[in-house]
């Protein structure tokens, strides 16, 4: 055991929550301390043992900081009845009775979490055209005999030229290892897989044409999944976790910095990956009495980070100059490859990338919002730790990425966390008063009242609703600074400068005040600076002065008050009635590929069309950074007052 740090600094994944804790503190006191969600059944006497967690390993993790299961204290041997030796070995403790001497990272699972994480993946509403890249056939063939014994395959292969007219099939080796025995077992009846009318991928004994397929999103901070029928479309099953990824850091630069410091980076990050949607497979499977066999295609989208990590690519070029991916174009992989337990012979289509830090799920959402069939400018924001923006209409098409930052995760702001029970999703200040109502993930109920409603800490749309409400009550100044000659209990002063008090000490689960203060908003500032900043150079590049529509995407899209977005300037000047969320678009993107091969191609089509535009070689992009940084803008006129 190593006492390396004097106060050691805690990160818990994968709610996000993180800080210093003394020497000699157990994990589910840190945990109570930090307001991280694990169970204390036994009131920590080591009988439940239903506060197991992992320590991450890791030379260079979130913020820097290095985590090792040396940092704690010896295992002890109440920790043994309820922890077997691979367990041991893997980092798993229990955290009543673990204590932290070093910097550590730990992964709070599932089944330890005393509320889940909150993650809204779900899938759009759209109507798809079906015309699957996998269909089945149904067959019935002559049995084998003595007069007739021509070879399985060539058997196959004729009658389907006879029945289906389908010529030239290939096979995968997985099919016919399974061949002989799937056609004699039912009969000489058979269900046949093919793969744009060209490849066999599988072969079922038996009459069954129905055919499963799935949708993949790969985001930096959480996944999702959409099992399909591809004879009718239906979603059947969706699944989504946070993304396993997040305890080699927050965001894409992160990431890209760990496999630079760690020769096995890249290999780790993809484990990660694969492991997480293996996860997400066998959970919808058995949600839906299938088994992870029956998916016999899958598409995928991701932004160009996610999506390389996937396919196991080398990422370190991304992070340097001119951030140069590996391949932009639609890639076809066999499942199996990459270590996706689904059927042997299925294969995944990733959808095209556009540049370095424009991925696959902005060609996802572009052809589920389809902005080049449309004459109003639209303008779509994928808000995330990395901003990805879309703008024009049919006449032309630019886009652009931007680096945000955690802020909007809930990273970097002193109460941040994820969107999970006990979040302050909601915020409203009266502008009279300065008393706040809030609106806590799990319960909504005023911060003011008698109630025994707790908050853990801020989230993403509590944050942008926090500053928003704050600039619209004159605590804020246009600049981002307090005005310090309000008179409210709740503007406090501390060693790092003044503080808006959200939440009460009584009021939170860790018994200490959860504020808002000046480096918080210097944080979403920049975060919102960084968009507008975006979008205003790409109108200029396109000479429009106005944007007709605005599209929040993305599973955080969803749960910003869009009043709020607009007030505080995360975007150029647009109508409310104009400015839409619609959720996870680049998963609907994902879907429609998967339901519509003509998706797939239009994918490479417009992918191909839409100009990239690199903000950091434009000459004006600092100076519109900083004027954007004001709220709304510094110069820049907001017709629409939006209700403040």
């Given at each position: 055991m190593e006492r390396k740090t004097p106060t050691p600094f805690v990160t818990f994944e994968p709610s996000g929550r993180r800080g210093h804790v003394n020497p000699g503190t157990t994990i589910i006191e840190a945990a109570q301390n930090i307001g991280a969600d694990i169970q204390n059944v036994?009131?920590?006497?080591?009988?439940?043992?239903?506060?197991?967690?992992?320590?991450?390993?890791?030379?260079?993790?979130?913020?820097?900081?290095?985590?090792?299961?040396?940092?704690?204290?010896?295992?002890?041997?109440?920790?043994?009845?309820?922890?077997?030796?691979?367990?041991?070995?893997?980092?798993?403790r229990l955290a009543?009775?673990?204590?932290?001497?070093?910097?550590?990272?730990?992964?709070?699972?599932?089944e330890s979490r005393a509320h889940r994480q909150v993650i809204s993946k779900n899938p759009g509403t759209m109507k798809i055209d079906l015309n699957p890249a996998l269909k089945q056939y149904a067959l019935s063939l002559a049995p084998a005999d003595l007069d007739d014994p021509t070879a399985d395959w060539e058997r196959l292969t004729a009658a389907m030229k006879k029945q289906f007219g389908l010529t030239g099939l290939t096979a995968e080796f997985t099919?016919?290892?399974?061949?002989?025995?799937?056609?004699?077992?039912?009969?000489?009846?058979?269900?046949?897989?093919?793969?744009?009318?060209?490849?066999?991928?599988?072969?079922?004994?038996?009459?069954?044409?129905?055919?499963?397929?799935?949708?993949?999103?790969?985001?930096?901070?959480?996944?999702?999944?959409?099992?399909?029928?591809?004879?009718?479309?239906?979603?059947?099953a969706t699944g989504s976790?946070?993304?396993?990824?997040?305890?080699?850091?927050?965001?894409?630069?992160?990431?890209?910095?760990?496999?630079?410091?760690?020769?096995?980076?890249?290999?780790?990050?993809?484990?990660?990956?694969?492991?997480?949607?293996?996860?997400?497979?066998?959970?919808?499977?058995?949600?839906?009495?299938l088994e992870g066999k029956d998916i016999v295609d899958l598409t995928c989208v991701g932004n160009t980070c996610m999506h390389h990590i996937f396919l196991g690519c080398d990422i370190r070029h991304l992070?340097?100059?001119?951030?140069t991916p590996v391949i932009r174009r639609a890639v076809d992989v066999r499942a199996r490859d990459i270590g996706l337990k689904v059927c042997p012979g299925a294969y995944v289509h990733l959808l095209p990338v556009i540049a370095g830090f424009v991925g696959a799920d902005t060609v996802g959402a572009l052809i589920a919002e389809a902005p080049y069939n449309r004459d109003e400018i639209t303008l779509i924001i994928d808000v995330g730790t990395n901003g990805e923006l879309i703008l024009g209409n049919r006449n032309r098409l630019i886009c652009s990425s931007c680096a945000t930052g955690p802020a909007f995760e809930g990273a970097t702001i002193r109460h941040g966390m994820r969107a999970a029970q006990g979040a302050i999703e909601a915020i409203h200040i009266d502008p009279a008063t300065l008393e706040v109502k809030l609106g806590i993930i799990g319960h909504t109920a005023s911060s003011t009242g008698q109630n025994k409603v707790k908050a853990k800490g801020i989230c993403g749309s509590g944050i942008i609703d926090g500053v928003a409400e704050m600039f619209a009550a004159g605590i804020l100044k246009k600049n981002g600074q307090f005005n310090k000659d309000l008179k409210t209990r709740r503007l406090r002063f501390d060693s790092k400068g003044p503080l808006f008090v959200l939440a009460w000490p009584h009021e939170t689960t860790t018994g200490r005040e959860i504020v808002i203060c000046l480096d918080d908003v210097r944080s979403v500032q920049m975060a919102k600076g960084a968009i507008y900043a975006a979008a205003k150079l790409m109108m200029n590049e396109l000479g429009v002065k106005k944007l007709d529509r605005v599209i929040l995407a993305g599973a955080f899209g969803s749960f910003?008050?869009?009043?709020?977005?607009?007030?505080?300037?995360?975007?150029?000047?647009?109508?409310?009635?104009?400015?839409?969320?619609?959720?996870?678009?680049a998963g609907d993107g994902a879907r429609m590929a998967l339901l519509d091969m003509e998706k797939r191609e239009e994918a490479n089509l417009e992918a191909a069309k839409i100009e990239h535009?690199?903000?950091?070689?434009?000459?004006?992009?600092?100076?519109?950074?900083?004027?954007?940084?004001?709220?709304?803008?510094?110069?820049?006129?907001?017709?629409?007052?939006?209700?403040?």
């Open positions: 036994c009131g920590g006497q080591a009988q439940c043992g239903k506060c197991k967690v992992r320590i991450i390993e890791s030379t260079s993790g979130n913020n820097g900081k290095s985590s090792s299961t040396k940092n704690l204290s010896p295992v002890k041997d109440n920790e043994k009845s309820h922890l077997n030796a691979s367990q041991l070995t893997a980092g798993w009543c009775q673990a204590q932290i001497f070093g910097d550590v990272i730990i992964m709070i699972p599932d099919v016919l290892r399974e061949l002989s025995e799937a056609v004699r077992s039912n009969n000489w009846e058979v269900t046949v897989s093919v793969r744009h009318q060209r490849q066999v991928v599988h072969i079922n004994a038996g009459l069954e044409t129905k055919a499963f397929g799935l949708a993949m999103d790969i985001g930096t901070t959480s996944l999702a999944v959409y099992l399909c029928d591809l004879d009718t479309g239906k979603v059947l976790m946070v993304n396993p990824q997040v305890v080699f850091g927050e965001d894409v630069m992160s990431r890209i910095s760990y496999t630079m410091a760690n020769p096995d980076g890249t290999a780790a990050l993809n484990r990660a990956i694969i492991g997480g949607i293996n996860d997400l497979i066998n959970d919808i499977a058995t949600r839906t009495g992070g340097r100059s001119p951030f910003i008050n869009r009043k709020s977005a607009t007030a505080m300037g995360l975007f150029p000047d647009c109508e409310l009635e104009n400015v839409k969320a619609v959720g996870n678009a535009v690199e903000l950091t070689t434009r000459p004006g992009f600092q100076k519109e950074y900083a004027r954007a940084m004001y709220f709304p803008h510094m110069t820049d006129e907001f017709n629409h007052n939006y209700g403040y």
